[in-house]
């Protein structure tokens, strides 16, 4: 039963263009949604949260959007450069369980120069 | 951001011998850690949770004899894989969160058993 899914193995995106990753999730418990990157043979690298009271976070070059009555959520990146080329995670917390991380499959990011 | 290490980085080991892997926090304390597994092209499956100074919190599926997992202090957990097999080839993360519900992840540790 895959709580947290992302339906789109791979995307590539033109350098410079936006990158806009997916991400679907089931359980209603969630209420922490987190991104990550990852290269391969290195752990994943932490890159934006968003708190199920809030619809928008915004860092720099990254956004993620969270749609609570469509579970849904998305990552976007612009301008988006080569450096972002990485699979990247979705995650999502119950905060009032035990912290632990429920991964999405992840979505690989091309990035074309 | 806090910054999580893990040791070592890469083993490779003849079946049925055990391996330990590290993991550290080095810049803050950690009650909690936990271990993750990725295969290949595939996404992280947690473990196991680390408690310090209590047992460890097992997924359904994980063999908790067969990866002991043991907190001795708040800033190391250790991964024991026993009597390992091929099968147990993966590459293995550990995470913590030093502040609210960010898990920052070691550089992961990649297992080879021949």
């Known amino acids: 039963d895959q709580q947290v899914k992302q339906n789109s193995p791979s995307l590539s995106v033109q350098e410079g263009r936006i990158s806009i990753l997916n991400c679907d999730y089931t359980?209603?418990?969630?209420?922490?949604f987190l991104w990550y990157k990852k290269y391969p043979a290195e752990g994943p690298t932490f890159l934006i949260s968003?708190?199920?009271?809030?619809d928008k976070n915004e860092d720099g070059r990254f956004t993620v959007f969270l749609n609570k009555s469509a579970k849904h959520l998305s990552l976007h990146i612009v301008p988006s450069q080569p450096g972002d080329s990485a699979v990247y995670f979705c995650?999502?917390?119950?905060?009032?369980?035990?912290?632990?991380?429920?991964f999405g499959t992840g979505t690989r990011l091309t990035i074309i120069p | 951001g806090a910054v999580v290490s893990q040791h070592p980085s890469r083993v490779i080991c003849k079946s049925g011998t055990s391996v330990k892997i590290e993991c550290r926090s080095l810049?803050?304390?950690?009650?909690?850690m936990f271990w993750y597994r990725q295969f290949p092209k595939q996404s992280l499956m947690l473990m196991a949770t680390?408690?310090?100074?209590?047992?460890?919190?097992?997924e359904q599926g994980v063999e908790k004899d067969k990866f002991l997992i043991n907190h001795a202090s708040l800033t190391l957990s250790t991964l024991t894989v026993t009597s390992a097999h091929p099968e147990d080839s993966s590459f293995y993360i550990c995470?913590?969160?030093?502040?609210?519900?960010?898990?920052?992840f070691g550089p992961g540790t990649r297992l080879t058993v021949l």
């Open positions: 968003i708190s199920s009271i809030k």
């Open positions: 680390s408690n310090e100074g209590s047992k460890a919190t097992y």
């Open positions: 995650a999502a917390i119950s905060t009032s369980g035990n912290e632990k991380l429920t």
């Open positions: 359980n209603s418990m969630f209420d922490y």
């Open positions: 995470s913590a969160n030093p502040l609210g519900h960010e898990q920052f």
């Open positions: 810049d803050f304390q950690a009650t909690t």
